[in-house]
């Protein structure tokens, strides 16, 4: 693959005197990329400029290395795209839909490529039934085969989860992951379900008022914005409780079975800093066992930084 997957550079795009995007810098380059955000962040106008659906009032747009305001066809030619509202032709059949798709795409075996992504998104047994026939979820899968069905070099998809049940959502987060790995094929998704993301994505922006206010892999945005908390087990639990207590070491802490669990901001020795309050007390640290963070945690407190 040719060139970043993205890269924004001063983008801006009022709707009157809404300012969806706000100076908007930012370069993304991951296998699986994931925009996360509150409703109005910016997430949709984000990805239709990068579509080219949507002009930025100003800023320069990269994708796979090229300009989208002089080169968009081109990107059309290396991308595919799941909208959050496709529009499909109901009166097609799902397979001739896509084989329809898989012709424009230039393949020589129209049906076989349509016969084949129906398969890989469950929708083999409903090929032949009418699109205005699919229930909510089994549309959602016929527009992540529409999109995968030409091998892309970036895949696009905006909540590719959206009305899918569990198991489904666990289909499309493991099709994401195969085409990735198997296949180098790139992702940029837009959701609001983070679990996903930190299932799928080895890169996150979190989006707020126009801007990507924090991004990385989901390890460095728990490092970085999520509490540190340990559990921790001591020799005289109560004194020690009472020595954490009043010494102000720990932003929160409470008691559960016999450890205590306290979290602790990130300019903290935690492990020496224990150890020199329990010798003061007479007390030993037994052990200290760092508890992993969740994105869901990085979400709130960039939010609420912000």
Not at 81 to 94: K, R
Not at 121 to 146: C, F, N, P
Request: charged residues 25%; hydrophobic residues 40%; neutral net charge.
């Amino acid at each position: 693959m040719n060139g970043r997957v993205v890269e924004f550079e001063g983008v801006t795009k009022r709707f009157g005197r809404v300012v969806a995007l706000d100076d908007l810098s930012v370069v993304i380059d991951g296998k699986v990329n994931g925009l996360i955000g509150p409703n109005g962040a910016g997430k949709t106008t984000f990805l239709n400029v990068v579509l080219g659906l949507t002009r930025p009032n100003c800023g320069r747009v990269n994708v796979l290395g090229l300009d989208v305001s002089r080169e968009l066809s081109k990107v059309k030619q290396r991308i595919g795209v799941l909208p959050e509202d496709p529009g499909f032709p109901g009166s097609f059949s799902g397979e001739q839909f896509l084989v329809r798709v898989a012709r424009l795409r230039g393949f020589l075996n129209p049906h076989d490529r349509a016969s084949e992504v129906l398969g890989v998104v469950g929708l083999g047994e409903a090929g032949d039934k009418s699109i205005r026939t699919y229930s909510s979820g089994m549309y959602q899968r016929l527009g992540l085969a529409q999109a995968i069905l030409g091998e892309p070099e970036l895949i696009i998809l905006d909540e590719p989860a959206a009305n899918l049940d569990p198991m489904g959502r666990m289909d499309v987060l493991r099709i994401i992951d195969s085409y990735s790995k198997n296949r180098g094929i790139r992702f940029l998704l837009s959701t609001h379900i983070l679990y996903d993301v930190e299932q799928v994505c080895d890169w996150v922006g979190v989006m707020h008022s126009g801007k990507v206010q924090a991004f990385g892999s989901v390890n460095e945005l728990v490092s970085k914005y999520s509490q540190r908390t340990f559990s921790i087990a001591v020799s005289d639990l109560k004194a020690f409780s009472v020595a954490l207590s009043e010494s102000g070491l720990a932003e929160s802490w409470d008691v559960k079975n016999d450890r205590i669990l306290a979290s602790f901001g990130g300019e903290v020795d935690v492990y020496g800093e224990l150890v020199n309050l329990a010798g003061k007390i007479g007390a030993k640290i037994i052990e200290v066992r760092p508890l992993w963070g969740s994105l869901d945690e990085v979400f709130r407190r960039v939010l609420n930084s912000d």
